[in-house]
């Protein structure tokens, strides 16, 4: 069982935007503002998205765009594309004694 | 540009050890952390721990404390993570992953597979 919990899947028609939610506690995702959120398509590397839980990578197309409220992060896509359909995960510092946790990863399908 | 190229594939028996290397370029490699993370098939991503390039000190995710061991050589700026005593539940594609207050780049990953 991951430390952070996001749904196992999401879909949406080319176009349309998206939100994929992940919550975790006040020990991390409501402590830190160190939420980040990866694409990772089959067989290849995680890549970041989003970092410091709303912050763009450059590169990273402003379609993609995070937010937090208290224990909860979302990671929103607009304009879905075919491109979008991946597995997301979040990820968030928990402290000197957890240091790192991941959610489960959500399955993007692209309609 | 920054780059981290990851050791080949590792096919082990259950109760050997594997070492996994990730070679940096493209930046100062003693001014990042360096973060592992694995990822069993058809699974989520695990974080394993962190090490300092520079001094070499290191911090493990209580899962992998006494079976793991990150360790870096800087005339090569090379990082590795070494897992003992393995079981089939290790076999997974593990990945460096530099620190930039988050997971910011990674490597391609490193199939371990454990079988007997």
């Known amino acids: 069982q991951s430390a952070l919990t996001q749904p196992a899947s999401v879909s949406g028609s080319p176009g349309q935007s998206i939100t994929i939610s992940c919550t975790g506690t006040?020990?991390?995702?409501?402590?830190?503002?160190?939420v980040s959120w990866y694409q990772q398509h089959p067989g290849k590397a995680p890549k970041l998205m989003i970092y410091?839980?709303?912050k763009r990578p450059s590169g990273v197309s402003n379609r993609f765009s995070g937010s937090k409220s208290g224990n909860t992060a979302s990671l929103t896509i607009s304009g879905l594309q075919a491109e979008d359909e991946a597995d997301y995960y979040c990820c968030s510092y928990a402290g000197s004694s957890t240091f790192w946790v991941f959610g489960g990863g959500t399955k993007l399908t692209v309609l | 540009q920054v780059q981290l190229v990851q050791s080949g594939a590792e096919v082990k028996k259950p109760g050997a050890s594997v070492k996994v290397s990730c070679k940096a370029s493209g930046y100062t490699f003693t001014s990042y952390y360096m973060h592992w993370v694995r990822q069993a098939p058809g699974q989520g991503l695990e974080w394993m721990g962190i090490?300092?390039?520079?001094?070499?000190?290191?911090s493990y995710a209580q899962k992998f404390q006494g079976r793991v061991t990150m360790t870096r050589d800087t005339s090569t700026s090379t990082v590795y993570m070494e897992l003992s005593s393995l079981r089939s539940e290790d076999t997974a594609v593990y990945y460096c992953a530099r620190d930039r207050n988050t997971l910011w780049d990674w490597g391609q990953g490193t199939l371990v597979t454990v079988s007997s």
């Open positions: 006040s020990s991390d995702v409501g402590s830190y503002n160190l």
């Open positions: 410091e839980g709303s």
């Open positions: 090490i300092n390039p520079s001094g070499g000190s290191t």
